[in-house]
């Protein structure tokens, strides 16, 4: 955990759109829409879920499984919490990670109370068996168990609860078909507008007992990333500085707590930089494989693939090729650097 007693994170980065630690959890749950009316922006995936949590209600039925990609931050734990929330139906949380076993699915899947909805995070991390298992208990609500070893086992049914289960993944394309294929819906969310950052900003303002001015909030938006996750986080940080230093929440406390926390003008943060940093210097724009990536900047690739590419790829500063990543003219354009004329450009791939 990265939390001290004040309630201030440390040592955190400040832009990495991942969950850290318990306070921020705390403020995340205080901040979290809880209908899909107050949920801002993904207007397509609202309207797609409307439609499909209103159907299920009115043939009063359990809604389909739901599947929600997209990288983290962007509100796939809220809207499952939604999904449960508008229909007053229990909800369990669980992830791909925490599921090791088929027997640790099992004992999650056999206590679930009728018409529970089942939160499954990170689901492409969940293991093989407990996989397979679950082809099952979607299609049919029932599961094998398996009693006994060796010649003597046998398999026993069991009857499960109709459940939805809402599955969530910064990964789709690492899900294996046959799961793929089992959700009734999938939802691909994208990065926020910045007109929509602000929305959420103005909404989480008064949430976190701050008077703060609209420009501040506008130019909070602009370097978020497009992520309502960062967008919160940069919002507290602000409202921090205005406390310290005993000012306003406006423009300057804006441009001095985030330049004291790395963020530049457009929302990269030091890992940004730094992957550009490697891909037009040392790889002379690219392609670069993701691996050689990852290693130079001392992360893993799935972090690099997941969290820092998305929206490197978003604002046109990256692409990806089949023979590795490419820096965009934008991104010598925005690191000041020249376009070196050796080497292949996107044309040649
Ligand atoms: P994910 O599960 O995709 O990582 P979360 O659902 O945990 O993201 O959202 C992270 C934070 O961002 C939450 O505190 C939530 O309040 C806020 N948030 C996400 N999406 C929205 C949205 N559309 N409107 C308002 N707040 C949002």
Redesign the pocket.
């Known amino acids: 955990m990265n939390a001290d007693l004040t309630g201030h994170e440390s040592e955190i980065e400040l832009t990495n ?3 850290e630690g318990d306070v921020e959890l705390a ?3 205080a ?3 809880q209908s899909l009316a ?5 207007e397509k995936v609202r309207g797609q879920l409307q439609l499909l949590l209103t159907a299920a209600a009115m043939q009063k039925r359990t809604p389909d499984h739901i599947l ?1 990609a ?12 939604i999904v449960a929330h508008e229909d007053n139906r229990p909800l369990r949380m669980s992830s791909g990670p925490a599921i090791q076993h088929a027997g640790d699915l099992a004992a999650v899947l056999s206590s679930l109370m009728p018409g529970e909805v089942l939160f499954i ?1 990170e689901i492409h991390r969940m293991a093989r068996s407990a996989e397979e298992m679950l082809y099952l208990a979607m299609e049919d609500f029932r599961i094998d168990i398996m009693v006994g070893k060796g010649a003597g086992a046998t398999s026993v049914p069991l009857e499960l609860a109709p459940f939805t289960l809402v599955g ?1 993944t910064t990964r789709a394309g690492l899900l294996p078909n046959p799961l793929r294929d089992r959700f009734g819906f999938t939802a691909h ?1 994208e990065f ?1 507008a910045e007109h ?1 950052l602000e ?2 900003l103005t ?2 303002a008064p949430l976190l007992g701050l008077d703060i001015e609209r420009r501040a909030l506008a130019e909070i938006a602009g370097r978020s990333r497009g ?3 960062i ?2 986080r940069l919002l507290r940080r602000v409202r921090d500085y205005a406390l310290v230093h005993g000012g306003r929440a406006d423009l300057a406390a804006v441009h001095a707590a985030l330049e004291l926390y790395d963020v530049d003008a457009i929302g990269l943060d030091r890992l940004d930089r730094e992957v550009m940093n490697i891909i037009l210097t040392r790889f002379g724009g690219g392609p670069v494989g993701l691996n050689t990536l990852a290693v130079s900047v001392g992360e893993e690739a799935e972090t690099v693939e997941a969290v820092v590419e998305p929206f490197l790829v978003r604002i046109g500063f990256l692409t990806r090729t089949p023979r590795g990543r490419v820096a965009t003219a934008a991104a010598w354009r925005h690191f000041g650097l020249d376009h070196p004329q050796v080497g292949l450009t996107l044309d040649d791939l």
Do not use: I
């Open positions: 759109p991942r969950v403020f995340e749950g901040l979290r829409p107050e949920f801002v922006g993904q929600l997209g990288p983290p931050g962007l509100g796939k734990t809220t809207l499952a919490m995070d969530a969310l926020y929509e929305q959420v909404r989480a992520t309502p996750r967008a919160n």
